[in-house]
């Protein structure tokens, strides 16, 4: 397939620990251009899980979406992303981003003013992957420390801000290399937040997608159900409010009285909006359109009880 992006896959955070590096071994024989492994609490580290896969595979770039900054000073943060770059060069996306607020409260990481953090941290954790020292911010207190020489890359690997608000993303359009927006990414989505974001250097975006695929399209639209049924919560906002279905989702999400329910009711249409579904034409043509709309890497999020088997089906939009 000629495309005007890349187009990606998530790792499953659940996935079994033996399925892992076979998974990213297909992803990589396939011929996903990327792999993008997560951080969620309770689940699997976003560093260990991308040493691992870039280890076992030798072509699929490897992203880490994403490391809350209230979970790792910034210099370690540095230390193990420039590692990677190191060991598998110019292989390894790092994402960073606020993290969900209700985890980092119950870790007790919420900082009283999230985008300072966030923007002191990015900027710290870019200038010591190029060698620089950092002078030290209200969060970010680093104190003459700088990476020794033989450990900074040759080149260092993108830095990218996993955020959504305006706010959050005019900070990634300072200073950042890339933005990642999680899903759902809509086209409208993508142009809204390219707005917001506003960069004035080349600056990447990735955009997340719940995903299925299947030769019966209403076997693939009911497949990705599952994975839309907490969006409508009020951390999605950013994302629904460019939608022109917007009002009547918010009004259907206040009349269920389940998650459940909110999905099954959800209209055939919307979830093809929410979704990169369908057959392998009607897919491929949603990925156009995030193309079109400034979307630079598409990854897609695999549903279902087989994460392997949907991997495979997946594969018939490369």
Known sequence: MSRAGSIGVMLPRDLAPSRVLPF???ADELGFDELWVVEDLGYRGGVGQA?????????????????????????????????????????????????????MRSVGQWPASPLTLLEEYLDAVTALLRGEPVEPGEYVRLAGVRLEAACVPDTPPPVLAGVRGPRSLAVSGRV?????????????????????????????????????????????????????????EP???????????????????????SREEFVRRLPEEWVRQLAVTGTAPDARARLAELFAAGVDSVVLIPVGPDPSAALEQLAAVL
Do not use: K
């Open 24 to 26: 990213a071994r297909r």
């Open 51 to 103: 040493a691992a896969v870039l280890a076992a595979t030798g072509r699929i770039r490897v992203g880490i979406g994403l490391l809350p900054v209230g979970a790792r000073n910034a210099a370690f943060a540095a230390m193990e992303a420039a590692t990677l770059a190191q060991l598998f060069p110019g292989r390894t996306d790092i994402g960073i981003g606020h993290g969900m607020p209700d985890w």
């Open 176 to 232: 950042a290399d890339g933005t990642i927006l999680a899903e759902p990414t809509t086209p409208e989505y993508a142009r809204a937040a390219l707005a917001h974001i506003d960069a004035r250097r080349p600056h990447r975006l990735v955009g997340y997608n719940v995903a299925a695929v299947h030769s019966d399209a209403s076997v693939a639209v009911d497949a990705v159900r599952a994975g839309l049924e907490w969006i409508g």
């Open 235 to 257: 951390d999605w906002a950013p994302h629904l409010a460019p939608l022109p279905f917007a009002a009547e989702f918010a009004a259907l999400r206040r009349e269920c009285g």
